[in-house]
Structures are given as structure tokens and as C-alpha cells.
């Protein structure tokens, strides 16, 4: 007798976000045009497959802004860069083409209003060494305080005004309990939630998800954010996860008397990547 063949349960919203593929659409309009070299400080998003086709059509992606010629073409990546990096490029008459993110533009923005004009001690919910944080940080001069979902709240904001702002593809769970930390530090408070609701989204049908499965297959990068949260909440209730990037990380004895199986994805993942494991599992099972 044959075996039933596994039911997936994909995620609505599973791959690319708004900003994501905004960011793609005007880099592979940047790379048809022909002449001009175009660079990136950094992948454009966080999915090595994804910048690999990119790079076949022709993009340059450097770890210096100094290796960016004079009269090229830079595109800046969704994440945003620091503001200082654009500064000195311009000044090298650099061609500037903006791909950052809208939600993040949003989030800069705030960040300056909060310390500007609202005089508060900007704090971001993050991680310190994301592309995004570095960027939101740079436009305030890297006044703001970075705190990340396992830190304790420094005794140095106390009494002070804060403005609470995050990173948008941390977790929404994270940011509230830092809110509730920071009531015990201080009486006036100004919170600008801006968690992407694609990221919100992906959380709440991974949870679901979670809940109805045997098994989990998280498909993105490995150093995207947002992919990485949505596999930590999948391990965190208790469902098998796992985390994997292409097709060829499937591995037969995952899916030995499993009959559904859960398939989400992270706002960088491409649907090619996504159709590709739909079918490696089909084969499978």
C-alpha cells in the first residue's frame, strides 16, 4: 500500500514583502540600463540566492564604500545605509538610486522627529549591528540607544524622556515587554511601533501554522532577520523547525510519519526558492 502523500500548509503571505520586491524591481531596472556600472554597499536584501541572479545580470556588491568609482551608479540597499556613507559617494558624484524600504524610510524619519523636535533619548528595539539599525541610528548621529530583545534596560535612561522606536522586522512580543521595562524608568514615553505588518503577519501564521503541523520548513536566508524569528517562533512551541534556504537542505527522514507539514517563508525570499521545495517535498512524500 502507497503512502498518503503529506499535506503542506503554506503561508498566505509566505516571501517577498512591499519593500522587498519595490527594492528589486528598481535594481533590475537600474542593471538593464546599459553604460554605468551599478553597486551595492551589501547585499540589497538578505537572500544570498536572490543576490546571486542579481549579480549574474551585473550587479557589484562591495564591503566598502571606497571601492564605489567615481560616476558610478549605487543603489542603496532596502536595509537604507548610513547617512554619511551617501554623503561621501554624492561627493564623488556618485549616481544615488534609493531602494530603502518605505517602513524603514518611515522609521528614519521618526527617529529624527523624536530627537529633534521632541527632545527624548531615541531608543531602538534591535539588533545594533543590523543593516537598519545602522542606518536609522546614523541620521541622528548615533545618538540613539540600541536595545536588543535579550538586554537589560540601562539605568542611564531613568527619569529621562524616551522615544521608543524598532527595528521592523523584530518581534512584536519583544518590542511590547521592552515598553512595559521602560514605564518603570520613565513617565514620559513616546512609542511609534514600527514593526512592518508583513512582518507582524508572518509572525501570527507561522504561530498558527505552528498549532496545526507536524513539521515546520522555514525557507529564506540565513542572515535575514525577519526569516530567522519566524523559525525561532516555530521552535519556541514546540513544533520541529527547520530553517533552510534552498531545496537541497530537505532531508528525507524529516517528514518519516509526518502527515502535515508547514511551509513558511521570510519577506526576502524569492518564489522560485519557495516552488522548489513545495516540489522537493512533494517528491518526498
Known sequence: MSREKVKILKAKNAG????????????????????????????????????????KLGLLVVDDDKKIPQGAKFIIRSHGVPKEIVTRLKRKKVKIIDATC??????????????????????????SDHAEVKAVNSQIDYQALVIGPNDPVPKSL??????????????????????CQLLDFSKQLVVFNTICSDTSNKQLEVANLAK????????????SSNTTKLAQIGEKMGVKTFHIETADE???????????????????????LISEVVKKIKKIR
Open 158 to 179: 531613568f527619569g529621562k524622556k524616551i522615544g521608543l522606536l524598532s527595528q521592523t522586522t523584530q518581534k512584536v512580543e519583544g518590542f511590547k515587554k521592552l515598553l
Open 102 to 127: 518605505p517602513f524603514v524610510k518611515q522609521a528614519q524619519k521618526i527617529a529624527i522627529n523624536l530627537h529633534k523636535k521632541e527632545k527624548c533619548q531615541v531608543v531602538v528595539f534591535g539588533d
Open 16 to 55: 517577498f514583502c512591499f519593500g522587498v520586491r519595490r527594492a528589486i524591481e528598481i535594481t533590475s531596472k537600474a542593471l538593464k540600463e546599459n553604460g554605468t556600472p551599478v553597486y551595492s554597499l551589501g547585499p540589497i536584501i538578505h537572500n544570498p540566492q536572490m543576490i546571486a541572479r542579481l549579480e
Open 250 to 272: 530537505l532531508k528525507v527522514d524529516w517528514f518519516s510519519k509526518i502527515d502535515r507539514v508547514g511551509l513558511a517563508a521570510g519577506a526576502s525570499t524569492p518564489d522560485f
Open 212 to 223: 496545526n503541523c507536524e513539521l515546520l520548513i522555514v525557507v529564506g536566508g540565513k542572515n
